[in-house]
């Protein structure tokens, strides 16, 4: 029997759920693998930064976000998809900011007050790339408008719309409907992801190491991803768990698709693209470098 301990890391989001039930089942136990799960309010940069110090072996990763620390040289792999549609980011502002359109952020950027200052859970996590793709699709250019405040993750984010420090927060739109639903910040629009949002990857040893492993918990939250969609349960369990509205979970459920297939090279070329069109990353790496 397999005796092994194996840590991952995850946002503690409606996403995830799938994991918490494969962990509540225990059946990885009864394979000798101890998984243990780790909640990172800070994203896939704070993933990031434990994968390279091994406080983690796994973690469900930004697909933008993997991408780049790969291409910085982290010694990390992907492992293959876990969410194949698009994340579908909220662009957050105060109520007290005036900006409620996209053309009022335009409008911003040509007055004489200064560059917009985004709220960002880390350098190098989703909120910080998406920022720039999104500022991008207004016709800006991001180095020359943007002003980058790192500040940990979602509470600290919102806080800074909340004390005026930041112009912008960008966030997964169904993760802050509850503060919406509050007035504590504004939607003023939003932007997906122009590719599947969230892998599974992990740190390149242990994925060297521990194939037997990890092909066991592949099968595992695979069927478990199945499971948790045949529960009639489903609706009203997430809507308690992340606090959210019972028909917010249902429009949700229809627009998010989970998947276990391998990573497409088209996708890698196309971030990698991307992020070099933004002078997030140096230089494209082969396809064979990400597995």
Wanted: hydrophobic share 40%; proline share 5%; charged share 20%.
């Amino acid at each position: 029997m397999i005796d092994s301990k194996v840590r991952i890391g995850g946002v503690p989001e409606h996403f995830n759920y799938p994991w918490y039930l494969l962990l509540k089942s225990k059946e990885l136990q009864a394979s000798g693998i101890n998984l243990r799960w780790q909640d990172f309010n800070g994203g896939t940069g704070a993933m990031v930064e434990s994968l390279i110090n091994r406080e983690i072996d796994l973690g469900l990763m930004l697909t933008e976000g993997i991408i780049k620390a790969i291409c910085d040289g982290a010694p990390l792999k992907l492992i293959q998809y876990f969410v194949a549609s698009p994340l579908i980011w909220g662009v957050h502002t105060h109520y007290g900011s005036g900006i409620k359109t996209p053309c009022d952020l335009k409008r911003l950027t040509g007055s004489a007050k200064g560059p917009i200052n985004v709220a960002i859970s880390r350098f190098g996590s989703g909120s910080h790339l998406m920022a720039h793709l999104y500022i991008k699709s207004l016709g800006l250019k991001p180095e020359s408008v943007l002003n980058f405040r790192e500040v940990g993750g979602l509470d600290q984010g919102l806080n800074e719309l909340r004390n005026g420090k930041s112009h912008l927060f960008l966030w997964e739109k169904f993760t802050t409907q509850p503060y919406l639903e509050a007035l504590e910040c504004r939607r003023m629009d939003q932007y997906p992801t122009p590719w599947p949002c969230f892998v599974l990857a992990g740190h390149q040893d242990f994925i060297q190491s521990q194939e037997g492993v990890l092909n066991t918990i592949k099968k595992g939250i695979e069927r478990h991803t199945a499971l948790m969609l045949q529960r009639p349960e489903l609706i009203p369990e997430l809507a308690h768990r992340y606090d959210q509205k019972q028909d917010a979970i249902a429009q949700w459920l229809k627009q998010t698709r989970w998947s276990h297939e391998g990573v497409d090279h088209q996708v890698i070329e196309q971030v990698q693209a991307e992020l070099q069109s933004l002078g997030l990353i140096q230089n494209v790496k082969p396809v064979s470098d990400f597995f």
